[in-house]
């Protein structure tokens, strides 16, 4: 069976309803995120098996995450740890800005090891996905991630990799000196512009920046343009996607659906054209609900965003 294998961590997000500064008595949503699972979570959805490899907590905010991921149908390889699951809080400050922090040090996530990949799994993948979170965690998550990826990449398994810079976890020299050796032995990766930049950084514009990625190695290149759509070049050829219009309501998780999008299909083994459709389809989806990945479509719901005449 062809299944995606994913490593990362997932947080619990502890979210403000009302809008303006915390005070006491705020009522805070608690919620799941993590950019891996999301993806996990997303190619679930639309029928692909997914796996979903990590380290949580041994107490009952672990269990809630197992259980909300096998929920989803989404097979777990995870360590108990007893160290607490992290915690993102986002603090909805205004209408249409939020202000996030995380707590993930010295978390169960950030204790992940390569002792945690699991060999056999990840060299029978059809795919294995990655982002530029997990390094960012610390020292043991980084080797577990190359492990992930020297496995894959002996096996000849296609390494996927999404940048996703988070400046809260780390400077942008520092993730440029980790990710690039990763990006180098990946086969498609993701970016936004600023992404892009981030990794070569004499380019600029997707076109440039696609073609500088795939200079590096990697047969592909995804450069996200939000309202813009995306720009490809995948094995040499170029494409371009427009971004399904909506009203955005939540644009957090827009990556991670995209992502999930295209490898989903991938998976499926369709055509260019097609993944990068699905692709801008769970883009769509993610910003127009709320929450990282609750508004991810089952694919029966793929053509809920494309006609707008079902009165
Ligand atoms: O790039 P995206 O907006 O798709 O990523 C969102 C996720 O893992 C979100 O779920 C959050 O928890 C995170 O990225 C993160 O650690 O920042
Ligand atoms: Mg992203």
Not at 95 to 110: I, L, N, Q, V
Not at 148 to 170: F, K, T
Request: hydrophobic fraction near 40%; charge should be negative; glycine fraction near 12%.
């Amino acid at each position: 069976q062809r299944y995606l294998v994913t490593v990362g961590e997932v947080l619990a997000v502890l979210a403000g309803s009302d809008t303006g500064p915390l005070a006491v008595g705020s009522d805070l949503r608690l919620g799941l995120a993590g950019a891996e699972s999301n993806v996990a979570v997303g190619v679930s959805r639309l029928g692909g098996s997914a796996v979903w490899v990590g380290r949580v907590s041994d107490d009952s905010l672990g269990d809630l995450i197992l259980r909300e991921l096998r929920a989803e149908g989404v097979t777990t390889v995870a360590a108990r740890d007893p160290a607490p699951t992290s915690l993102l809080l986002r603090e909805r400050r205004t209408a249409t800005h939020s202000r996030t922090r995380y707590y993930r040090t010295r978390t169960a996530g950030s204790r992940l090891s390569p002792e945690d990949i699991p060999e056999a799994l990840v060299a029978g993948a059809a795919a294995l996905h990655i982002t530029g979170i997990t390094p960012a965690l610390g020292e043991g998550p980084s080797r577990a991630v190359t492990r992930a990826v020297d496995i894959a990449v002996a096996a000849g398994v296609p390494v996927s990799l999404d940048i996703n810079y988070r400046s809260l976890l780390w400077g942008e020299a520092e993730a440029r000196r980790t990710l690039l050796p990763l990006l180098r032995r990946s086969d498609l990766v993701f970016a936004g512009p600023y992404e892009g930049r981030l990794m070569t950084p004499d380019a600029d514009g997707p076109e440039e920046l696609a073609k500088a990625v795939c200079d590096l190695g990697p047969s592909g290149a995804v450069i996200k343009l939000g309202a813009e759509g995306a720009y490809a070049l995948l094995d040499g050829r170029p494409y371009r996607q427009p971004a399904v219009p909506v009203t955005v309501l939540d644009s957090v998780g827009a990556g991670d659906a995209f992502a999930a999008g295209y490898l989903a299909e991938l998976l499926a083994g369709e055509p260019p054209e097609r993944r990068l459709r699905t692709a801008a389809l769970l883009g769509a989806f993610a910003v127009s609900t709320t929450g990282d990945w609750e508004g991810l479509p089952r694919r029966f719901e793929l053509g809920l965003l494309e006609h707008h005449d079902d009165i």
